[in-house]
């Protein structure tokens, strides 16, 4: 099934000069959502996978059923200060100044096998932070999955090696 037609472009959103990728008019279509999660879950069902852990805000998104037919415990990385318990953080880069991302602590042992869900990588920022996040709890990252990989912004060396996968390239510009 062709997903990338499910992809709205949207120019100019949230400022001038970006092409914002729009999945709302992909989950809007059952057979298209459906489709998505299953190449996901395809990625990565020959192995045991401990946890899911989803980006906020669209990760969650796909990471929740993701999670569902692993088997596995689902975990949020959410922006500075919505987690209410105790928090790990690591900061990203934003075009002016830094942010940072935060996981609670007590939801991966040690060794655990984790996969990552986002829909987007573009610069790489977010997703390092969360590697990051998950170096400190010592997880083993099995993979990466984002629906969409951005061209030409060199996203993917920020993965530090880590097997990554995307459903569709699509130009940032
Ligand atoms: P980055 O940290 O630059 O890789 O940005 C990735 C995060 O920002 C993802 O969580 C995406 O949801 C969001 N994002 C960045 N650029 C876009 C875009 N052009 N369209 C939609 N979402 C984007």
Redesign the pocket.
């Known amino acids: 099934m062709d997903l990338e037609k499910f992809i709205r472009n949207v120019p100019d959103f949230p400022k001038k000069g970006?092409?914002?990728?729009d999945i709302t008019t992909l989950i809007n279509n059952p057979e298209a959502f459906n489709e998505a999660v299953n190449w996901m879950e395809s990625l990565f069902k020959s192995e045991k996978i401990d946890k899911v852990v989803a980006?906020e805000s669209?990760?969650f998104i796909f990471g929740a059923p993701l999670a569902l037919r692993l088997n596995a415990g689902l975990v949020l990385v959410r922006k500075k200060g919505k987690l209410p318990a105790a928090t790990l953080s690591a900061q990203?880069k934003l075009e002016y100044g830094t942010d940072s991302l935060e996981m609670h602590s007590d939801l991966i042992e040690e060794g655990e096998k984790v996969v990552i869900v986002?829909?987007?990588?573009?610069?790489?920022?977010?997703?390092a932070a969360t590697i990051e996040l998950l170096e400190k709890l010592k997880a083993e990252i099995v993979g990466i999955s984002f629906l969409i990989e951005?061209d030409g912004l060199n996203?993917g060396e920020k993965l530090k090696g880590h097997p990554s996968y995307s459903r569709m390239k699509l130009p940032?510009d």
């Open positions: 970006i092409q914002f990728k980006i669209r990760g990203y986002d829909d987007l990588l573009a610069t790489g920022g977010t997703i951005l996203g940032c």
